[in-house]
């Protein structure tokens, strides 16, 4: 091995190839630096078990390229001799190719392809402890064909960190642990502290240029995203003019990123603004100090919205260590950290997996393809969330990429041999059968790399200027969605369609990403799916009826739209046709408390047009009638029926019974009705013939209506109110009663009125009250109303409401 033999890596390499001679996968543990990237993969060329391709996996597509070059280097080669690469968007092998270093989307497509992986001799899973989706899935698959067909193949997981035990674990029994202990040239950590009342950039720019005054050496700089780089990057320029600062960051042009990761030739000092890409696998040559904002920015998954969004965050305490790491890699380091050191345990330890935040639709179609409909019977470090696995299949299947069962269709065996998410792929399909595969396939292009074609929403835009850009990234991204398209050709093997607007194959595979503008300024949008979304009033995309939305960032709540691509009317109605709607509803008008029968058409959650039923369905006004009617149906049966039966104990009677069942008794009251205008004995009488005929005279016994009076008045019990039952009687009605009434077992409380109707007493013991308080009461009661009776001996007195004269006349 050329100049690198003194890495640490190589102390340890004997023990791992003994270990990989003895069982087919082995752990290697090893911190930033130790070389573990561009060290182990040559030192497995030489192996007797080793006479096909090592595949190298790296986390992105910077880190992959880097490697290669490196490793081909060391090798005095060109890249794609003995190493090359293979990325989305760049490649470089050959038929002399043995090592190839591929970014983990490319090998899970490829393990797909090829269960038995023919020609493999090995696979090295880098940066492991970063726990991506792709990464996660490709070991997976990789034990499995190991278990199964493959009990040759060499799997090596590497990792940065304590995570090595539990891969351990995974790959079974006797795959062996080897540690490295890397370089240890000494790190400084400087807590520059955190400044709440400043921006971001600001709090950055003022420890970068306090590192530049106190430090030697090249800077590297962690920020959350390529915005905040560039703003930091205009500060920087305005006062450091003679510094290189360079951005790194995925969309950085490759020969760009070459020389942010390399040193300057004529040795002159760099910053360079990084986001995470910056943080394993690379090593920046010349870098001895960082600046670590202590943010990290992921890509998260919202299944109620069906949008990734990103979430800027606290990183980790495995994150923090991993990028002051390299400012040690070549020579004694310091880290300046933008937070309190009191605060750092406080950080979360690591990162979390992306399996439990990103859409595992794309996983589940590939396991679908693999074979496997059971999730989570394959080798998982963690576990795919349930909840997770459910919206994915229910997305899938509406596509129809997935059957009731589970299992992939004709058309998701096409979609997951695109390299794309599964209803980006589909769209591509639908294209092709109109031949239109290109120019969907670079709206999907556009939609996944954002910086393509220049900022802002608007994909069509975005288009324009990238079909003018001449640059090398530019036609590169060209040359791949030309790739795309074409395998979409091959794909298709029915008849041709009519071309249409390419949009529609977007809408068609995006159906609850289709919107529809809430207000004039173009700000509020609705989709299909029933979420709600948020877009610049100055975007050209505002002045827009329709859209379909591709990317959205932020919570399902209001979204803010970061691409999408506009839709006209009569795209909607007649391309998308197919996705709409049209019905009858009963709505209720809460105003006029009736129901009002419409006919709609509606695409999903978007009402596209309203109007009234000319037909309507009158049962299904009934039963909405019905349903109103148990809302409210305290106010709609009379309260003196409910409290008799109550009091009787007749439970067919209790509110919750009625409503129960209200469309057996209370329908047939509400045909050709509109409204709940039901008169209350019409309502009482429908409640009451659900009783057989012993109920209802049990409850005409037990609780009756009325009370007569020995006057010959006819009084309503009330059966309501707390003091129940009680009745309303003048105490004229009552003379000549010496007994108390009795409602079964249960006294009837009297309220004695005046003849005005006034109160004046209360009880439940007549004889009592006549013998008692009765003097008091008609002392008072004679003063007031002199015409009528109040005698000493009431219970002796003939009952009778007329006045003293009209009495004694009538009398004699």
Same mark, same amino acid.
């Given at each position: ?79 794609? !001799? ?9 490649? /470089? ?89 890397? /370089? ?84 002159? #000092? ?76 406080? #950080? ?5 997996? !992306? ?134 050709? /091959? ?181 050709? /009705? ?83 109707? #006034? ?54």
């Amino acid at each position: 091995m050329p100049a690198s033999a003194d890495l640490p890596i190589h102390s340890v390499l004997p023990e791992l190839l003994g270990a990989l001679r003895a069982h087919p996968s082995a752990v290697l543990i090893a911190p930033p630096g130790a070389g573990k990237t561009t060290a182990v993969a040559p030192a497995l060329l030489s192996e007797p078990w080793c006479s096909g391709e090592i595949l190298l996996l790296s986390p992105r597509r910077v880190s992959a390229r880097a490697a290669a070059e490196r490793m081909a280097e060391m090798l005095g080669e060109k890249t794609g !001799e003995t190493v090359g690469y293979q990325t989305r968007l760049d490649s /470089k092998t050959s038929q002399k190719t043995r090592i190839k270093v591929m970014t983990e989307a490319i090998f899970v497509n490829r393990i797909i392809d090829d269960p038995e992986l023919a020609g493999v001799s090995a696979v090295l899973f880098d940066e492991a402890h970063e726990r991506h989706l792709d990464s996660d899935l490709g070991l997976a698959l990789a034990i499995e064909s190991q278990q199964i067909v493959r009990d040759d193949l060499r799997l090596i997981v590497m990792s940065a960190t304590i995570d090595g035990s539990r891969f351990a674990n995974l790959l079974g029994e006797g795959a062996a642990t080897i540690e490295s202990e890397g /370089k240890s040239f000494p790190l400084r950590i400087e807590w520059f502290g955190s400044n709440p009342s400043i921006p971001l950039e600001d709090h950055a720019c003022a420890a970068i240029l306090q590192a530049w005054r106190a430090e030697t050496g090249d800077i590297l700089a962690f920020l959350p995203g390529i915005g905040e780089i560039e703003r930091v990057r205009r500060v920087l320029e305005a006062h450091l003019p003679d510094a290189l600062i360079l951005p790194l960051h995925g969309q950085v042009e490759p020969a760009a990123q070459r020389i942010a990761i390399r040193r300057d030739r004529d040795g002159k #000092r760099r910053i360079v603004l990084a986001t995470a890409i910056a943080e394993t696998s690379l090593t920046l040559d010349g870098v001895t100090v960082v600046v670590d904002c202590g943010l990290s920015r992921r890509a998260e998954f919202d299944r109620a919205a069906g949008t990734t969004h990103l979430v800027t965050g606290r990183s980790s305490q495995a994150s923090a260590a991993q990028r002051a790491g390299r400012a040690a890699r070549q020579a004694p380091g310091v880290a300046y950290r933008l937070w309190e050191e009191g605060g750092h345990a406080g #950080r979360p330890q690591f990162d979390p997996p !992306e399996i439990e935040t990103a859409d595992i639709a794309p996983l589940l179609l590939s396991l679908a393809r693999w074979g496997t409909a059971d999730v989570c019977s394959l080798a998982w470090l963690d576990p795919p969330p349930a909840a997770s696995i459910a919206s994915a299949r229910r997305r899938l299947k509406q596509l129809g990429a997935l059957d009731n069962d589970g299992c992939i269709t004709a058309l998701g065996e096409k979609i997951v041999r695109l390299p794309l998410d599964p209803p980006m792929a589909s769209a591509i399909l639908f294209g092709a059968h109109s031949g239109q595969a290109t120019d969907v396939a670079k709206i999907a292009l556009l939609s996944q790399e954002r910086g393509l074609g220049g900022r802002g929403e608007d994909l069509l835009g975005r288009r324009m200027r990238w079909d003018n850009d001449q640059s090398a990234h530019a036609r590169s991204a060209r040359k791949l969605a030309k790739r795309w398209a074409d395998l979409a050709e /091959k794909l298709i093997d029915d008849g041709k369609s009519e071309p249409v607007d390419p949009v529609v194959h977007i809408a068609r595979a995006h159906p609850d990403n289709v919107a529809m503008r809430r207000n004039p300024s173009g700000e509020d949008w609705a989709s299909a799916g029933g979420r709600g979304f948020r877009l610049d009033p100055a975007s050209p995309l505002a002045r827009s009826e329709w859209l379909v939305i591709t990317d959205a960032q932020g919570q399902a709540k209001g979204a803010r739209i970061t691409a999408a691509l506009p839709l006209d009317r009569s795209i909607v109605e007649y391309d998308l046709a197919s996705l709409i709607e049209e019905r009858s509803t009963i709505d209720w008008n809460s105003k006029e408390k009736r129901v009002e029968p419409r006919r709609e058409k509606r695409l999903g959650a978007i009402r596209i047009s309203r109007g009234p039923e000319p037909t309507p369905d009158e049962e299904a006004i009934v039963d909405k009638l019905v349903e109103k009617a148990v809302e409210r149906l305290g106010e709609i049966v009379p309260g003196e029926l409910v409290a008799r039966a109550g009091f009787a104990g007749i439970a067919q009677l209790s509110l919750d019974a009625l409503a129960a069942s209200a469309d057996m008794w209370l329908a047939p009251l509400l045909n050709g /009705k509109r409204s709940l205008d039901v008169p209350a004995n019409k309502v009482a009488d429908a409640a009451l013939g659900q009783l057989d005929w012993a109920t209802r005279n049990r409850l005409d016994q037990v609780a009756p209506r009325r009370f007569s009076s020995p006057a010959g008045t006819d009084h309503e019990i009330d059966y309501a109110g707390d003091d129940a039952p009680s009745v309303e009687v003048r105490a004229q009605a009552l003379f000549g009663l010496d007994r108390h009434p009795m409602i079964g077992d249960t006294p009837l409380l009297l309220k004695l009125t005046s003849p005005a109707g #006034r109160p004046i007493q209360a009880t439940r013991d007549l004889p009592g009250f006549w013998r008692g308080s009765w003097a008091d009461v008609a002392k008072d009661m004679k003063g007031r109303y002199p015409k009528h009776r109040w005698p000493t001996r009431p219970w002796t007195e003939k009952p009778s409401l007329k006045t003293k004269n009209a009495f004694s006349h009538g009398d004699s």
